[in-house]
C-alpha cells in the first residue's frame, strides 16, 4: 500500500499546513504548474490558522489510478465543526495536492493543426 501511505503523509503534511495558516507549505505541495492561490486562501480563511481536535479522514480512492479524495471532518478549539475534502493526484510518481487551475504559459502559442486536404 505504498500509494496510499504517500497520500495520508501528504495530507498529514496538507492538515498540519493549513491550521497553522502556512499558505507558502501549502503551495508547495499543490500540483505543479497549477495556480492555488485563490483555493488556498480560501482553505485558511476558511478553518487554518487555529488547531483542530477529533480530526476524522475517510477516503475516496474510487475508480481513477492517480486520484484520491480526502473527506476531513473535525473540531476547532471552539467545538465549531469543519469539514473539508481535500483532493489529490499523482503526477509523475509522486502525490500532490489538486488545488488550483493550471497556469497557462502567454509565451507559448497555441497547437495549430492543418485542415485535412
Given at each position: 500500500?505504498?500509494?496510499?501511505?504517500?497520500?495520508?503523509?501528504?495530507?498529514?503534511?496538507?492538515?498540519?499546513?493549513v491550521q497553522a495558516g502556512d499558505r507558502a507549505r501549502i503551495g508547495q505541495m499543490c500540483t505543479p504548474g497549477v495556480d492555488a492561490t485563490a483555493e488556498i486562501d480560501a482553505a485558511v480563511?476558511?478553518?487554518?490558522?487555529r488547531q483542530w481536535r477529533n480530526v476524522e479522514v475517510s477516503w475516496r480512492r474510487g475508480d481513477l489510478a492517480g486520484a484520491a479524495v480526502a473527506d476531513v471532518t473535525a473540531k476547532d478549539?471552539?467545538?465549531?465543526?469543519?469539514?473539508?475534502?481535500?483532493?489529490?493526484?499523482?503526477?509523475?510518481?509522486?502525490?500532490?495536492i489538486a488545488?488550483?487551475?493550471?497556469?497557462?504559459?502567454?509565451?507559448?502559442?497555441?497547437?495549430?493543426?492543418?485542415?485535412?486536404?
Open positions: 500500500m505504498p500509494d496510499e501511505q504517500a497520500q495520508e503523509r501528504l495530507l498529514t503534511d496538507y492538515l498540519a499546513a480563511s476558511a478553518v487554518g490558522g478549539g471552539t467545538g465549531k465543526p469543519i469539514a473539508m475534502s481535500v483532493p489529490l493526484a499523482k503526477v509523475d510518481d509522486r502525490w500532490w488545488l488550483g487551475s493550471a497556469v497557462t504559459d502567454p509565451g507559448t502559442p497555441p497547437a495549430h493543426t492543418s485542415p485535412p486536404g
